[in-house]
């Protein structure tokens, strides 16, 4: 089945969020540089070379629990506690995004970087190897599981029937997880408190738990492990997982440090017994952790609203598409896609109102959380128009929307960078459909996002592909249903 997934990702590093690379064991009490060719590059220490270097480095997954980028936006839940850390020593934080965990350990040890945040548990055999900051999160293990076919035709009790729901039921079943994780090792226990074999296919450290959900939700494989924290941030993507199981007691989460570095461990700890206890924590952990308010994207219909009217904003809509020479449907469908309407709808991210401009994007365009119905669409067409400026030389009209959409979404960048691949691959890049999509869609995957013509890193890309498809084929119907002047 994993061979079917790499089929469907053209790599098993599939939805890849991200990962660490760390190598040799070395502490030292000096700073050090390794000179590689005319490079220089810096080897980390204790507190005293982090307040003189100026900059605090993390080493990170690419994820929402730890760190990832959106619209531009540095955000995830360890990156923001150690945003505030930094910002308590007076220091700049800088994150390197790294690509195997098997090697994270080794990593830090060898000075790439300060810090490790990986939504990492602590275990007697990593404490060998390294320190840990205090606890700043406890988490349970759970079983990732599909849930059955026309689930949501179904009660809640009689789909429920049909999950594990009980760790015993875990005998002669098949389970995927990372073989140097915590997870690999309860599952290795919990086979001798069982009596009974639990078949452990090993994945390695480049396969993060994001992609072994993804391969569950899509029906690859049956089983995983992972952290309830992870859990709960993944299923806001996979509705059709399960992760109410748990298999283990409560486990400590922190962050990991050299064993070199015992002031820096010291300054974290004292800062985090304080911070724990503030509101900002809790917002943080609220912010990525309650679900509530994140239930997905719907599937069903695009609006409830009859007769001739898309929403409340069709006279704006209407005006503000006309001044930028778009069809006003279109638009409307946009700002569905964005807040379904909703004038104050805040993104789990930060992004806010009718167009979801992000915090750090909005005041730019004289549009603020609070600002009326016609300055946020006023706003957002600015912001369109500002976009389809980079597209001007591709001469279809709709190919060129499509593009400016995408760059709505993800930001330009990144769309150059899928142009780029495009052509690197025999596409044609001032065409989306088919061509330029495809790749908008690759950058999920290391071989495409670490491409020598990509400059931008990671996407999930899936997003965007579903994101400017989603907009045109409820636009198609808009048109069918609505006429185009009123």
Same mark, same amino acid.
């Given at each position: 089945m994993i061979d079917k997934f790499l089929s469907y990702k053209l790599s098993l590093s599939a939805i890849l969020i991200a990962v660490v690379v760390f190598s040799a064991c070395q502490n030292t009490s000096r700073k050090e540089k390794t000179v590689v060719g005319q490079a220089t590059e810096e080897k980390h220490d204790d507190l005293k070379e982090i307040l003189a270097q100026n900059k605090l480095?993390? @080493?990170?997954?690419?994820?929402?629990?730890?760190?990832?980028?959106?619209?531009?936006?540095?955000?995830?839940?360890?990156?923001?506690?150690?945003?505030?850390?930094?910002?308590s020593l007076g220091v700049k934080l800088e994150v390197k995004i790294v690509k195997n965990l098997d090697n994270i350990i080794n990593e830090l040890n060898d000075g790439k970087g300060d810090i490790i945040a990986c939504n990492f548990t602590v275990t007697k055999e990593r404490r060998k190897q390294i320190d840990f900051s205090k606890t700043f999160m406890r988490t349970s293990q759970v079983l990732i599981q599909r849930k059955p076919e026309e689930w949501r035709k179904m009660r809640r009790k009689e789909w429920k029937s049909e999950l594990i729901t009980d760790p015993v039921q875990l005998a002669q079943k098949t389970v995927h997880v990372w073989k140097n994780s915590s997870y690999y090792e309860r599952l290795t226990n919990l086979q001798n408190e069982l009596g009974d074999?639990?078949?452990?296919?090993? @994945?390695d450290g480049d396969i993060i738990p994001e992609d072994v959900i993804e391969m569950v939700d899509k029906g690859f494989i049956d089983y995983t492990v992972t952290d309830k924290n992870v859990a709960l941030i993944n299923q806001r993507f996979y509705p059709n997982i399960d992760a109410s199981l748990e298999l283990s007691v409560k486990q400590k989460i922190a962050?990991? @440090?050299?064993?070199?570095s015992p002031l820096l461990r010291k300054k974290l700890d004292n800062w985090l017994d304080k911070f724990l206890k503030t509101a900002t924590y809790k917002y943080i952990k609220h912010k990525y952790l309650n679900m509530s308010r994140f239930s997905g994207k719907s599937k069903g219909n695009y609006s409830s609203i009859n007769g001739n009217d898309i929403s409340q904003y069709d006279d704006l809509i209407k005006k503000y598409a006309n001044q930028a020479g778009w069809d006003w449907r279109l638009l409307a469908s946009l700002i569905y896609q964005e807040s379904k309407f909703r004038l104050h709808q805040e993104s789990w991210a930060g992004a806010y109102g009718l167009m979801q401009f992000m915090p750090s994007v909005g005041p730019s365009y004289g549009v603020y959380p609070d600002s009326p119905p016609e300055i946020q669409i006023k706003g957002g067409v600015k912001k369109l128009r500002d976009d389809i400026k980079a597209w001007k030389s591709i001469p279809d009209s709709i190919q060129c929307i499509k593009f400016t959409l995408?760059?709505?979404?993800?930001g330009l960048g990144h769309v150059l960078d899928a142009q780029r691949l495009a052509k690197k691959n025999g596409k044609d890049p001032l065409v989306w459909d088919d061509n330029v999509e495809t790749y908008i869609k690759l950058l999920s995957q290391p071989k495409y996002y670490h491409d020598p013509v990509c400059y931008y890193g990671y996407l999930r890309g899936s997003e965007t592909y579903n994101y400017v498809r989603e907009i045109f084929i409820r636009y198609n119907e808009y048109k069918t249903a609505f006429e185009l002047e009123s």
């Open positions: 480095t993390v @080493l990170a997954e690419n994820s929402a629990n730890s760190y990832f980028i959106y619209r531009g936006q540095k955000m995830g839940l360890e990156y923001e506690i150690l945003k505030e850390f930094a910002r074999t639990i078949f452990l296919e090993p @994945l962050f990991g @440090l050299r064993k070199g995408a760059t709505y979404n993800a």
